[in-house]
């Protein structure tokens, strides 16, 4: 049971470390356009990336530069706020400090209790400020992650659920560009926002289209961000924490599921993913929900956690803020 617990805080480490900083990068680039183009509805582009990082309004009011980033970057009472991420992936390392560096503990530990002094910079200095702040220490625990940890079977772990996340953030980017809206990151703000400008210019001297950019997006073997290289990745590591027999049809649901992605789009050329581009993007975030399902049954194994009431006992399913 330990183990299982351990394995599932590694994994979700790596998924909301991963979200925190897919999140701050895009957050970033479409405020940087909001406070730069006057031409843009705020409101309409506020809400619209506000329904691309998964956030509900609650009410009808105006949306302002500085409300998208009270409510994505700053808000402590929300758990999947840039602030809420980083607390409870450093919860999740604390209840895994003997399977973690003590570096990797200490950069979350220290990103965490540094959240306050860098909010105080940005409503100084502007949003940037602690936008920076988040992608620099996550790039920081990712470095030290595959420096600092053993690369076992917790190290993939954390891998599958870093890729696993990465993968839907780039879906979700893809998704708000397809509906080609008046008010959606332009395809060069999208390569920014994905850390992608430099390696696409240079791969394809500079010329930004459509099609070009799916296919890099989709198809690059050789970006980490890509979705295909994301879906290798979390396929090699996911194949070695499968303990069954190598014989046909033996493999994991899960890994499964992650071929049968890879293989959907491997071999599909780039004017017939643009056609029907929204639909290849369904089909592999559903993959990632039904992977991150899978998973949690066939290695985490959840169980009841038994907790004590005035009335004796009880059992809770306790989340610990993981979600899918």
Request: aromatic share 10%; proline share 3%; glycine share 4%.
């Given at each position: 049971m330990t183990l299982a617990r351990n394995a599932d805080s590694l994994y979700w480490i790596g998924r909301y470390v991963e979200r925190a900083d897919d999140m701050a990068r895009i957050l970033d680039v479409a405020v940087q356009q909001l406070l730069e183009d006057a031409t843009v509805d705020t409101d309409s582009m506020a809400r619209h990336v506000l329904a691309v990082l998964g956030f509900q309004r609650a009410d009808d009011t105006a949306c302002t530069v500085w409300s998208l980033v009270d409510g994505v970057a700053y808000d402590r009472a929300s758990a999947e706020s840039l602030v809420g991420l980083i607390r409870t992936a450093r919860e999740n390392a604390r209840g895994a400090r003997e399977v973690i560096s003590s570096e990797m503990w200490e950069c979350?530990?220290?990103?965490?209790?540094?959240?306050?002094?860098?909010?105080?910079?940005?409503?100084?200095?502007?949003?940037?400020?602690?936008?920076?702040?988040?992608?620099?220490?996550?790039?920081?625990?990712?470095?030290?992650?595959?420096?600092?940890?053993?690369?076992?079977?917790?190290?993939?772990?954390?891998?599958v659920g870093r890729s696993?996340?990465?993968?839907?953030?780039?879906?979700?980017?893809?998704?708000?560009?397809?509906?080609?809206?008046?008010?959606?990151?332009?395809?060069?703000?999208?390569?920014?926002?994905?850390?992608?400008?430099?390696?696409?210019?240079?791969?394809?001297r500079g010329a930004v289209d459509t099609e070009h950019v799916v296919e890099f997006?989709?198809?690059?073997?050789?970006?980490?961000?890509?979705?295909?290289?994301?879906?290798?990745?979390?396929?090699?590591?996911?194949?070695?924490?499968?303990?069954?027999?190598?014989?046909?049809?033996?493999?994991?649901?899960?890994?499964?599921l992650l071929g049968r992605a890879r293989s959907s789009i491997e071999f599909i050329g780039r004017g017939e993913m643009v056609r029907d581009l929204p639909a290849y993007l369904r089909s592999v975030q559903e993959t990632c929900r039904a992977v991150s399902e899978s998973i949690a049954a066939e290695h985490f194994h959840v169980e009841p956690y038994v907790t004590w009431t005035d009335t004796g006992l009880v059992y809770d399913y306790v989340s610990h803020g993981r979600k899918p």
């Open positions: 979350l530990n220290a990103t965490y209790m540094g959240l306050d002094d860098a909010e105080r910079r940005a409503r100084l200095l502007g949003p940037h400020a602690f936008l920076t702040y988040i992608k620099e220490r996550a790039a920081m625990f990712a470095g030290l992650t595959d420096a600092t940890l053993s690369h076992d079977v917790g190290y993939s772990y954390l891998i696993i996340e990465r993968i839907d953030m780039t879906v979700r980017l893809l998704m708000s560009r397809a509906a080609y809206r008046p008010d959606a990151l332009s395809w060069m703000s999208l390569l920014v926002a994905a850390g992608a400008q430099d390696t696409y210019i240079r791969a394809y997006m989709m198809l690059d073997r050789l970006f980490p961000r890509s979705v295909f290289h994301s879906l290798r990745v979390a396929e090699r590591h996911l194949a070695e924490l499968d303990n069954r027999p190598d014989r046909v049809g033996a493999q994991s649901t899960a890994l499964t």
